[in-house]
């Protein structure tokens, strides 16, 4: 049985690298969010950020039972690089990037949807309620 999951990330840091927070909103087929989360990561880059959100994005759709799942980012870089139009280049990224894949390979299938800042509101406040708490 296909069981389709929106899953919205956005991730932050206030400063490059600097308290950093991610948002995570996971959304059924009908538009209805399933699961909310907001994390403080310590200090750390914007980059390392977007992608930890979407680590513990995958991670939640995969507990929550999800076969397909659509990302959605405001990441222009992590969006391309995840569908391989721009390289990996930096190694602290790389292992981020196939520890994304390891996750993206336990679904039937994953696609990567970029979107504008206005258009990711839900996951950027809860990036910014996650560095305002930092905790």
Do not use: W
């Amino acid at each position: 049985m296909v069981m389709f999951l929106r899953l919205q990330t956005d991730g932050g840091a206030r400063g490059n690298p600097g308290p950093a927070g991610i948002g995570v909103v996971i959304k059924n087929a009908q538009g209805e969010i399933v699961e909310q989360q907001a994390k403080f990561l310590g200090i750390t880059t914007n980059n390392q950020a977007e992608y930890r959100a979407v680590i513990l994005g995958l991670e939640r759709c995969l507990a929550l039972g999800g076969t397909e799942v659509e990302v959605v980012a405001d990441s222009e870089l992590l969006i391309k690089q995840a569908m391989g139009e721009y390289r990996v280049k930096h190694p602290d990224l790389q292992i981020r990037f196939r520890e994304m894949k390891r996750l993206e390979a336990q679904f039937q299938g994953v696609r990567y949807r970029h979107v504008r800042r206005a258009f990711n509101t839900e996951a950027d406040a809860l990036a910014n309620e996650a560095m305002d708490r930092r905790g």
